[in-house]
């Protein structure tokens, strides 16, 4: 049962440190998406790429936040400098198209203290 | 500007009853919608879907009712079990643009 893979599942950080999470997506699925679940905001997109080229990241603070795709099984979400307020699970998800259903890593845990 | 709205927040429902949810969306150019369970410590994960061209699907105890002159989405589960207690996302989708929003989620406690 092919599963979308997201390392660290936790992670707990000084402000101002740099954060690398990690994703690697289902074998074969050409969409890869970015999320962040807040208390307040629910599911909020990051960034998504589609063959690897990103499509779309206005939902990213573009300061702090880079996404990439190195390869087709490796996507990354950077946040650097961290800051209090990034604390939330961040989800990737990936997919064979914007019409079909996304399949969901289990979520990296942010804390920044 | 939310573009995909649950108004619910939370719901809580007797089991062997039927749960209802509710979505409501802005745009009419969205054309496949999703409804995604999510259990904590997990991601989300696919339920059910229907496209803009029916009004209904039904998969087991769920069925999705899409009225688009409304703009409204709806999840039933009938009969609703404890293992149905979750958090519940919809998703909209429009192909021709690549867009894709989620709705806020609704928080369903099914009690025994």
């Known amino acids: 049962d092919a599963r979308v893979t997201q390392t660290p599942r936790h992670k707990v950080t000084e402000m101002g440190q740099e954060v690398t999470m990690r994703c690697q997506p289902i074998l074969g699925h050409n969409t890869v998406f970015w999320y962040r679940q807040t208390m307040m905001q629910g599911l909020e997109l990051l960034a998504y790429?589609?063959?690897?080229?990103?499509?779309?990241d206005s939902g990213m603070p573009k300061d702090r936040f880079s996404a990439e795709m190195p390869d087709a099984t490796l996507a990354t979400l950077k946040i650097q400098p961290s800051e209090p307020r990034d604390s939330a699970v961040y989800f990737c998800?990936?997919?064979?198209?914007?019409?079909?259903?996304?399949?969901f890593g289990n979520g990296t845990r942010l804390t920044v203290t | 500007d939310q573009q995909v709205k649950q108004n619910s927040p939370s719901l809580s429902v007797q089991e062997g009853r039927i749960s209802i949810l509710n979505c409501d969306y802005t745009n009419s150019m969205f054309d496949y919608f999703l409804w995604y369970k999510k259990y904590p410590a997990e991601g989300p994960t696919f339920l059910i879907s229907?496209?803009?061209?029916?009004d209904k699907n039904e998969d087991g105890r769920f069925t999705v009712f899409l009225n688009k002159s409304a703009k409204h989405l709806s999840l039933h589960i009938v009969p609703s079990q404890p293992g149905d207690s979750a958090v519940y996302f919809c998703?909209?989708?429009?192909?021709?643009?690549?867009?894709?929003?989620f709705g806020g989620g609704t928080r369903v406690l099914v009690k025994p």
């Open positions: 229907i496209s803009s061209i029916k």
């Open positions: 998703e909209t989708c429009k192909a021709a643009g690549n867009k894709l929003t």
């Open positions: 790429f589609r063959n690897r080229a990103p499509l779309d």
């Open positions: 998800a990936s997919g064979f198209s914007f019409n079909s259903p996304l399949h």
